[in-house]
C-alpha cells in the first residue's frame, strides 16, 4: 500500500488534446465544442481543471484550430499547434513551448473525454506523487464491454507491468478487464524527457503516449494506474456517442436533484443545464428544459412543458405550463407566469401575476400587479429596445398593447383593448379605444348585398 504525500504547493499544469478533425461527427463545428448540458466539451474539462487550482493549462489544437483558440482565448488559456497528426505523444509534445520553465505535476487530459472530474484528476496528482513516485499515473477504468480498448497489467497494487494495444494482446490479456482511458499525470521533468525517446517505429508510423510507460519500466522506474467509473471517461467521436454522454450527465443530474429534495414528476422528460441550480421542494413537472443560467429558490413550481434560460425564479413562484423565460427574467417571490406568457429581461415583482397569452419584454412590473391574458410590452421599434415600468398593484386589462418607453403608475388600471403610448398616472384608470357604437339591421342588410354580388357571378 502506498501513501500520498503530495504538498499542496506543487503545481499542477494540464495540457488538454483537442487536435483531432473529428470527422464522424460530420460537422462544421469543431468536435469538443460540441455541447453537453448546454456548455461545449472542452469547457467542461476547463472548468474541472480550473476547480483544480492549476496553475497553467494548454489545449493543443489542429484542424479547426481558429474556433478552439476563440473558445478558450477569453478565458486566457494557451494553445499549441499540432500542424501534422502523427498521434498522442507527438500531441503532447507541442505543448512543450508553452510550458517552459514549468516545474510541477502534468495531466494530460482529452477535450473528446468531457466529465472527468477534479477529484479523479486530484486523486491521479496524489498517486503520483505517492511514496513509491511513480513515474506515470494511467487513468484505467472497467467497462462493459472491454472490447477493443487498450488494456492495462497491473498487480494488485496497481504497479503496472506492462500496457498493450487489443490488436496486440494475447487471449489472456483480453480477458483483462481494466482499460486505458489515454488520461496521464507526469512530472514535467519527466515528461518530456520520455517523449523524446519515443519511437514512431509501429504499424501506424505514429508517436503513442503510452509507450512512455514501458520507457520509464526499462529505466528501472514504475508507472501506476488508478480507476475511475467507465462513465466519467466516456469518449466522443460521433453524434450517437454524444447522445449517449448527454443522456448519462442528465440522468446523474437528476438523481442528484432528487436527493437534494426536488420533485421530479417524471425525472426522463426534465433536461437541466450544467450550471442549472435548484432550491428544496422545488416540483418540475413533464418535458421541462433549462438552458444555462438559472436558479430557482426554494418551493417553487415548474409545470409542463417550461422553456427556462438565463432565468432567476423567487421563492414560492408559479411557471406554466408552456412558459418560455428568456435571459434577464426575474420572477419575485410567489408571482406567477402561466400557459404561453414569454419574458425577457423583464422582472415580475412579489405576488404579480402574469397568468396567460403574454409577452412581458425589457419590463419591470412591481409587486402585486395583475398583468390581463393578451397583453404586451411592445419595446422594438425596428431599431432600438425601450423599456415599460408598470407599478405596485397595477392591474392591466386584457388585450392591451403598452407601447414603450411607458410608466404605469401604481395602483393604475389600464381598461382591456388599450393601446397605451403615453404615461399613466398613480390609480388613473386609462382607456385607449373608440366609443362603442351599434347600428342596427347593417349585418342583415350586408349579408344580403354580399349574397346578391355572390348569386351574380
Excluded at 502523427?86 to 500531441?91: K, S
Aim: net charge negative.
Amino acid at each position: 500500500m502506498t501513501t500520498p504525500t503530495r504538498p499542496d504547493a506543487t503545481p499542477i499544469a494540464a495540457i488538454i488534446l483537442a487536435a483531432g478533425k473529428g470527422t464522424r461527427m460530420k460537422s462544421d463545428l469543431h468536435k469538443v465544442l460540441h455541447p453537453i448540458a448546454g456548455r461545449a466539451m472542452l469547457l467542461h474539462l476547463v472548468d474541472s481543471v480550473a476547480a483544480l487550482g492549476a496553475e497553467r493549462t494548454v489545449v493543443v489544437t489542429g484542424a479547426g484550430r481558429e474556433q478552439v483558440e476563440a473558445a478558450v482565448a477569453p478565458l486566457g488559456i494557451a494553445t499549441a499547434l499540432q500542424a501534422d497528426q502523427l498521434g498522442t505523444g507527438h500531441a503532447v509534445q507541442q505543448a512543450q513551448a508553452a510550458l517552459d520553465g514549468f516545474d510541477g505535476d502534468v495531466l494530460i487530459l482529452y477535450g473528446d473525454v468531457p466529465l472527468v472530474s477534479a477529484a479523479t484528476m486530484r486523486r491521479m496528482i496524489e498517486r503520483l506523487n505517492a511514496s513509491d513516485t511513480p513515474a506515470a499515473v494511467v487513468l484505467g477504468f472497467r467497462p462493459d464491454d472491454a472490447g477493443a480498448y487498450g488494456r492495462v497489467i497491473a498487480d494488485g497494487d496497481g504497479r503496472i507491468d506492462r500496457m498493450v494495444e487489443f490488436k496486440d494482446a494475447s487471449p489472456e490479456e483480453h480477458a483483462v478487464t481494466l482499460c486505458n482511458s489515454g488520461l496521464m499525470a507526469v512530472r514535467s521533468r519527466d515528461l518530456f524527457a520520455l517523449l523524446a525517446r519515443v519511437s514512431n517505429d509501429n504499424a501506424a508510423g505514429e508517436y503513442y503516449l503510452p509507450d512512455i510507460v514501458m520507457l520509464a519500466r526499462a529505466d528501472g522506474r514504475h508507472a501506476a494506474v488508478i480507476e475511475t467509473d467507465a462513465a466519467e471517461v466516456a469518449g466522443v467521436n460521433s453524434r450517437g456517442e454524444l447522445a449517449g454522454v448527454e443522456a448519462g450527465w442528465q440522468q446523474r443530474r437528476r438523481t442528484e436533484a432528487m436527493a437534494a429534495g426536488v420533485t421530479l414528476i417524471a425525472p426522463e422528460t426534465v433536461c437541466f443545464a450544467h450550471d442549472t441550480v435548484l432550491g428544496q421542494d422545488v416540483t418540475i413537472e413533464p418535458n421541462v428544459v433549462f438552458g444555462p443560467g438559472v436558479s430557482v429558490a426554494h418551493g417553487v413550481t415548474i409545470h409542463a412543458f417550461s422553456h427556462i434560460e438565463g432565468a432567476t425564479i423567487g421563492r414560492d413562484a408559479e411557471v406554466g405550463p408552456y412558459a418560455r423565460l428568456r435571459p434577464g427574467a426575474v420572477l419575485g417571490e410567489g408571482s406567477k407566469v402561466g400557459n404561453f406568457v414569454e419574458m425577457k429581461k423583464a422582472t415580475l415583482g412579489k405576488g404579480a401575476k402574469a397568468n396567460h397569452l403574454t409577452y412581458l419584454g425589457d419590463a419591470e412590473v412591481g409587486a402585486g400587479a395583475n398583468i390581463g391574458a393578451g397583453t404586451i410590452t411592445c419595446n422594438y421599434d425596428g431599431f432600438f429596445k425601450y423599456r415599460t415600468t408598470i407599478g405596485a398593484g397595477a392591474f392591466i386589462g386584457s388585450n392591451s398593447a403598452l407601447v414603450a418607453p411607458v410608466s404605469i403608475g401604481e395602483g393604475a388600471i389600464v381598461a382591456a383593448g388599450s393601446v397605451v403610448t403615453s404615461d399613466v398616472s398613480t390609480d388613473a384608470l386609462v382607456l385607449v379605444r373608440p366609443q362603442q357604437t351599434e347600428k342596427p339591421g347593417w349585418a342583415t342588410r350586408f349579408r344580403q348585398v354580399m349574397r346578391a354580388k355572390k348569386d351574380a357571378k
